[in-house]
């Protein structure tokens, strides 16, 4: 069982940075791919952004792409989602994802999900 742990979610005005982390269990790290999802309230949770067990391939939800940017440091089984340029728009419950293949990166397929953190962009 892996278990993911999110954090670095808060409240940002619109423009602002802010940078998730996702902390995982799982020695054998590099053999996952990792990506982010969000939640809006009232909304289902839509695809963010993933990055193959490597590092070297990532792809983004157009919404995000240019502003946002994953990455991941396996020697310390953690994954990145450096997010700029902020907008409301962009509030949401992050989630963290694991899933042993790259795609499809989508919500019924992901083998292990963290809690969330919460990001708030003010306008």
């Known amino acids: 069982q892996v278990q993911l742990v999110e954090s670095g979610g808060g409240l940002v005005e619109a423009g602002g940075s802010l940078r998730l982390s996702c902390a995982a269990s799982e020695r054998s790290f590099g053999n996952y791919a990792m990506g982010w ?15 193959s067990g490597s590092g070297t391939s990532t792809y983004y939800a157009d919404s995000v792409k240019g502003r946002f ?23 949401a419950v ?30």
Not at 42 to 49: D, I, L, S
Not at 69 to 91: F, G, H, W
Not at 100 to 122: C, H
Request: glycine share 4%; proline share 6%.
């Open 37 to 51: 999802f969000r939640q809006a309230p009232g909304r289902e949770r839509e695809f963010v952004a993933v990055c």
């Open 94 to 123: 992050y989630y963290c994802a694991a899933d042993r293949f790259y795609a499809p990166f989508i919500p019924s397929e992901m083998d292990y999900w963290g809690k969330g953190t919460l990001v708030t962009v003010s306008s």
């Open 69 to 91: 940017t994953i990455s991941r440091d396996n020697a310390k089984s953690t994954v990145y989602l450096q997010m700029n340029s902020l907008k409301p728009e962009d509030t």
